[in-house]
C-alpha cells in the first residue's frame, strides 16, 4: 500500500507565501508523475501543477509566475512553493502521484488526505 502526505498548509495574508509538501510511502518501486491539486468551496477539483519524474513541469494559468512545483526523488517528496499568495487560490490541496509498487505492476494512482490553505487579511 502507499499513502501520500501532505503539510505545510495554513492561513497566510495575501501576498505571503507558503510551501507545501508531499511525502509518499509504503511499497514504492518508482513514481511516475505529481501533481498538485486544489477544490475550493463550492467548485470543482483543479489541476495546480504536475512534474515528471524527470522533472518536467506545467502549471494552471492561474498560478503561473506564483507558484513553484519540485520534487526530490531520493526522498519520494513533492513540493508546491506558493508565492504572491491571493484570497482566490484558498482551497484544499491535495498530491496525487502515479506510482508502480513492483517491476511488474502496473501505475496506479494516489492520493492523499489534503491540506488547507487560507489566505486572508
Known amino acids: 500500500q502507499v499513502q501520500l502526505v501532505e503539510s505545510g498548509g495554513g492561513l497566510e495574508q495575501p501576498g505571503g507565501s507558503l510551501r507545501l509538501s508531499c511525502a509518499a510511502s509504503?511499497?514504492?518501486?518508482?513514481?511516475?508523475?505529481m501533481r498538485w491539486y486544489r477544490q475550493a468551496p463550492g467548485k470543482q477539483r483543479e489541476l495546480v501543477a504536475a512534474?515528471?519524474?524527470?522533472?518536467?513541469?506545467n502549471y494552471a494559468d492561474s498560478v503561473k509566475g506564483r507558484f513553484t512545483i519540485s520534487r526530490d526523488n531520493a526522498k519520494n517528496t513533492m513540493y508546491l512553493q506558493m508565492n504572491s499568495l491571493k484570497p482566490e487560490d484558498t482551497a484544499v490541496y491535495y498530491c496525487?502521484?502515479?506510482?508502480?509498487?513492483?517491476?511488474?505492476?502496473?501505475?496506479?494512482?494516489?492520493w492523499g488526505q489534503g491540506t488547507q490553505v487560507t489566505v486572508s487579511s
Open positions: 496525487n502521484a502515479d506510482v508502480q509498487t513492483g517491476y511488474r505492476d502496473l501505475l496506479a494512482t494516489y
Open positions: 512534474i515528471s519524474s524527470g522533472g518536467r513541469t
Open positions: 509504503g511499497s514504492i518501486f518508482s513514481i511516475s508523475y
